[in-house]
């Protein structure tokens, strides 16, 4: 439920102190599969709206396949991010 407060505040410092919490030790085993993917598929979306387009897309190749597969709604996020960024060129490295 943390990060669904960080995404309805809009507050990307609180998802990223958040996500350093996950990723120390084996803190993200206290999460099953589905809350896994849940939790990484709202902090995509929450920086695919709060970053810039460089930090957008180095955490989608970080993360997409090896932490999480992005969701339709990821991919949309991801979409509208390079739309609103005028990066629309990105497209083929994200595929």
Same mark, same amino acid.
């Given at each position: 439920?943390?990060? =669904? ?7 990307? $410092? ?13 803190? *993200? $085993?206290? =999460? ?7 939790? *990484?598929?709202?902090?995509?979306? &929450? ?11 180095? *955490? ?15 991919? &949309? ?10 990066? =629309? ?5 994200? *595929?």
């Amino acid at each position: 439920t943390g990060l =669904l407060q960080c995404c309805d505040l809009k507050d990307i $410092k609180l998802a990223y102190q958040l996500n350093k919490i996950m990723e120390k030790g084996d803190n *993200w $085993k206290f =999460l099953d599969i589905d809350r896994l993917n849940a939790y *990484w598929s709202k902090f995509f979306s &929450l920086l695919c709206m709060m970053e810039q387009i460089d930090v957008v897309l180095k *955490w989608y190749k970080e993360m997409s396949h090896s932490v999480f597969y992005p969701t339709p709604n990821n991919i &949309l996020d991801l979409l509208q991010a390079l739309d609103a960024a005028n990066q =629309l060129e990105a497209i083929p490295s994200i *595929w």
